[in-house]
């Protein structure tokens, strides 16, 4: 089984390399094509405006100067003799559930690897915040390898990729598996503007702490409950239920 990994923290980043010895523990015939720099929160962006770059480490490891989804699609066509036969994207450094799932570059990563025609799994560790991160790697590290060799035998319908996301706990504390739904957030993104050292303004982008809505069956409280959820993901937007509304409206 050949897989290709790739994620949006970066080559660089402490949890590519838990993906890596993960999917080790599945395959010898593991390709690494992730981004050169951090691109948290970049969603489902390409690069269109400006050539890509590559910094090929090995023949199974590189860098490229754009998103998870430049990667995927240079990894499977331009830089692999054939395609994967599973994408990995993560392990993500924080959780990426409910709301969080459309700002997330580790879930487009694997919406990609999704639309290319490959089986595609995004994963993420939810982790503490005490004046610096503390994220618990050993919890996915510990459980993933099991939990992939389950879901790497799926047949997924066409369109669907899965999303897991990681408890925030030790791995002894795990409470299992739940198959769970998106969730919702109350949505906490706020601006906090300052000054520069001339007094021009700018601004940051942040989440404000807000508690969310812990629904049963959701991947928020599947987490909450030290549980790993795992989520069936479609691309497909299209509200179903109001299309006949819709269409009525118009007539």
């Not at 959780?95 to 290319?116: C, K, P, R, W």
């Not at 959820?229 to 937007?237: E, I």
């Amino acid at each position: 089984m050949r897989i290709l990994l790739t994620n949006d923290d970066s080559i660089h980043d402490e949890g590519f390399d838990v993906l890596e010895r993960i999917a080790r523990q599945l395959s010898d015939d593991v390709w690494s094509v992730a981004p050169q720099t951090d691109q948290s929160g970049i969603a489902h962006a390409m690069t269109l405006n400006h050539p890509l770059r590559v910094r090929k480490y090995n023949d199974r490891r590189f860098a490229v100067d754009g998103t998870p989804t430049d990667c995927v699609i240079m990894a499977i066509r331009q830089l692999m003799p054939e395609p994967p036969d599973l994408v990995l994207s993560g392990v993500n450094s924080g959780l990426n559930i409910g709301d969080f799932v459309n700002y997330s570059g580790t879930v487009a990563g694997a919406m990609e690897g999704m639309l290319l025609g490959v089986k595609s799994i995004a994963l993420s560790q939810a982790y503490n915040f005490e004046g610096s991160r503390i994220v618990p790697w050993q919890t996915c590290e510990k459980h993933a390898p099991a939990l992939l060799d389950k879901l790497i035998n799926l047949d997924l319908p066409e369109g669907t990729f899965l999303n897991v996301n990681f408890p925030n706990c030790e791995p002894d504390m795990v409470q299992g598996y739940e198959v769970a739904t998106q969730g919702k957030f109350v949505h906490s993104l706020h601006i906090e503007e300052r000054a520069d050292g001339r007094q021009f303004p700018y601004y940051w982008m942040r989440f404000k702490g807000r508690d969310p809505d812990h629904q049963p069956g959701t991947d928020i409280q599947a987490l909450a409950d030290n549980k790993i959820a795992v989520t069936p993901l479609k691309m497909n937007l299209t509200d179903r239920d109001f299309l006949d509304h819709l269409e009525n409206a118009m007539k």
